[in-house]
């Protein structure tokens, strides 16, 4: 991939319409990046957070589903992003004991196919994947840090462990 160095430098948030993916737009705005957001649906998405921060029409929206390889590859070749921020994928502890599948796949597959798009376009792509504490399970009230082990206890931690690991 050419990487276009003599532009500005372009974001592409996976999973924007979140309150994190809200912010982290906001901020990457503020330092001059063209901003990309994807959403598995653009049509039923809540885009709330963009609009209370001012910064939806700013925002080049796709829909594009994490789950899926072939989405995943023609929107990050099509884009050219500099850096990914992969923010997607189901969000909540309960949910995922009543939906682990949903889980797993949208986390783990997501973060796969990101990545394998990313090796086969090539080039010089920075990339963040959001973690979470729930990696750790129960750590009986004593702070985690980068040497704590994984013992995770819910299928969302489970695939965030996968996922980072």
């Not at 399970?137 to 082990?149: F, L, V, W």
């Amino acid at each position: 991939m050419n990487q276009r160095r003599d532009l500005k430098p372009r974001a592409l948030i996976v999973g924007v319409s979140g309150q994190d993916g809200a912010y982290l737009s906001n901020f990457l705005i503020d330092k001059g990046y063209d901003v990309f957001g994807t959403s598995r649906d653009l049509e039923a998405a809540s885009f709330n957070g963009l609009k209370y921060l001012g910064v939806d029409s700013l925002i080049t929206k796709m829909k594009m589903i994490p789950s899926d390889f072939k989405s995943v590859y023609e929107i990050i070749s099509s884009i050219q992003p500099n850096e990914i921020y992969n923010l997607s994928g189901q969000s909540s502890v309960s949910l995922s004991f009543r939906q682990p599948l949903e889980a797993v796949q949208s986390i783990v597959l997501a973060t796969i196919n990101i990545l394998e798009s990313m090796r086969l376009i090539g080039g010089d792509i920075r990339f963040y994947n959001a973690g979470s504490g729930e990696v750790f399970g129960e750590t009986q009230g004593h702070p985690s840090n980068e040497e704590t082990p994984f013992h995770p206890v819910s299928p969302y931690g489970l695939a965030k462990a996968n996922a980072i690991a």
